[in-house]
Nanobody
Framework: QVQLVESGGGLVQAGGSLRLSCAAS????????MGWYRQAAGKERDLVVT???????NYADSVKGRFIISRDNAKNTVYLQMNSLKPEDTAAYYC?????????????WGPGTQVTVSS
């Protein structure tokens, strides 16, 4: 069994910064990609950014130049540094991982962490 454990998030004023982290725990797996999605109230869950095991990234246009994803492969952990936050960044942020386990690929989600940006 694989679990994603998120930390970070909270309340910040517009223009401020927050850092999220997500660690994958378990055994017998390898990570193909990890990243973050977000879901604002009443809206669908949307991509924020993903990073593959080789370091390729895919950012949503709305966060390019403001958010930075990084990873620690040894710790199976990804970090999301969020700068110049805007009220429209307010959402529940979900960690995502595509994991190789028992010769199959599986998608996993964290429970979510709330980010609220006040104007």
């Amino acid at each position: 069994q694989v679990q994603l454990v998120e930390s970070g998030g909270g309340l910040v004023q517009a223009g401020g910064s927050l850092r999220l982290s997500c660690a994958a725990s378990g055994s017998g797996f390898s990570i193909n990609a990890m990243g973050w999605y977000r879901q604002a109230a009443g809206k669908e869950r949307d991509l924020v950014v993903t990073i593959t095991s080789s370091g390729s990234t895919n950012y949503a246009d709305s966060v390019k130049g403001r958010f930075i994803i990084s990873r620690d492969n040894a710790k199976n952990t990804v970090y999301l540094q969020m700068n110049s936050l805007k009220p429209e960044d307010t959402a529940a942020y979900y960690c995502y991982a595509n994991i190789r386990l028992r010769s199959e690929n599986w998608n996993y989600w964290g429970p979510g962490t709330q980010v609220t940006v006040s104007s």
